[in-house]
């Protein structure tokens, strides 16, 4: 074979492994280039990932961050005032009491109250009321006394020990007063009264009607303080009747289901501010990541096998050595 056909085959060869390298990874005939589904499909993928993202996060939101909290109450003394009446209702007397407030339960000696308000003091306690006369330099004046105990049997007891140290005969003695009569409250079931007089009539005395009754688990104690006089015989009595009567229609009124305790806070959850806006916050950015994520790794991965390819592109072979093409 001449030199001539010599060259021309080693030119045909050239030409062939060019055309062979050439095809095996560029876009010029080679494998179409991956990755180019319908984009409309991936931004489906990347909605459906974000919406399974929220609903997992969504979920894990009412296990964990609701705070579990019981029933909370308190105990308010204060409400021992809604089981007086707010006046007396008695001529010659002021509406507006002088004087109101809780009292000490062991302050009165009772050892059935001071033992329950030890027991339970959102149903036990004591308050006292007074109201003055109308009449200046008079020292006649109403007194209430309100005993609330936890159960009917007990607020009897209490009603039956104070019946013994204020109504006896000589529940007044160390006053130089003498029970003069008793009587009972008309209208109100159980109630009991004594009427005191002064064993030495003066300018200055006063006679003492006292009453006591029982409305359900709370015992009520009146007490009036009125200037005797031929004129006015049994005043203090009928004052007492009176002021009893205006007590036990309001008691009756204000009794059942009464209780010193008061609702704070339900039972129930609570959600915590601060850690739902951190828990919404990185739920909302994992969201986010989950929906974005793999199309900036699909897109960067793509980009990858671009520059790849683009090297193969730029190499040929020949005779068994690879070259690479000059970039213009």
Do not use: C
């Not at 004052?239 to 036990?248: D, R, V």
């Not at 009794?255 to 806070?265: A, D, K, Q, T």
């Amino acid at each position: 074979m001449s030199g001539a056909e010599t060259d021309e085959t080693d030119e045909e060869n050239n030409s062939a492994s060019l055309t062979t390298e050439a095809g095996k990874g560029g876009t010029d005939g080679g494998e179409p280039e991956r990755g180019s589904a319908n984009p409309y499909r991936r931004s489906a993928f990347a909605v459906a990932r974000a919406i399974v993202v929220l609903a997992i996060a969504g979920a894990g939101f009412a296990v964990i961050i609701p705070v579990h909290h019981d029933r909370q109450t308190r105990v308010v003394d204060s409400r021992l005032a809604d089981l007086t009446v707010p006046e007396t209702g008695v001529a010659g007397f002021n509406t507006k009491p002088a004087s109101a407030g809780v009292q000490p339960a062991a302050n009165v000696g009772l050892t059935v109250l001071s033992t329950a308000a030890k027991q339970d003091p959102g149903h036990t306690g004591l308050y006292t009321k007074d109201w003055a006369a109308t009449a200046k330099g008079s020292k006649d004046a109403i007194g209430l006394v309100v005993f609330l105990l936890p159960t009917p049997a007990k607020a009897q007891s209490v009603l039956e020990q104070v019946s013994k140290m204020e109504l006896a005969a000589s529940a007044q003695s160390a006053n130089s007063l003498d029970r003069h009569a008793t009587f009972t409250v008309p209208g109100v079931s159980g109630s009991a009264g004594s009427l005191f007089v002064p064993k030495k009539a003066t300018s200055t005395s006063q006679d003492l009607a006292v009453s006591i009754f029982r409305t359900g688990t709370v015992v009520s104690f009146v007490q009036v303080a009125a200037k005797s006089s031929a004129a006015a015989a049994n005043e203090a009595q009928d004052h007492a009747i009176s002021a009893s009567k205006t007590q036990a229609a309001h008691v009756e009124k204000v009794e059942p289901g009464f209780s010193l305790v008061e609702l704070v806070r339900p039972a129930g959850n609570t959600i915590p501010t601060t850690a739902s806006i951190v828990w919404i916050a990185g739920s909302v950015v994992a969201a986010i990541l989950a929906a974005v994520g793999p199309l900036l790794y699909g897109r960067a991965r793509r980009r990858r096998q671009a520059r790849i390819q683009a090297e193969l592109d730029r190499m040929i072979v020949v005779r068994g050595q690879t070259i690479t093409k000059r970039r213009r």
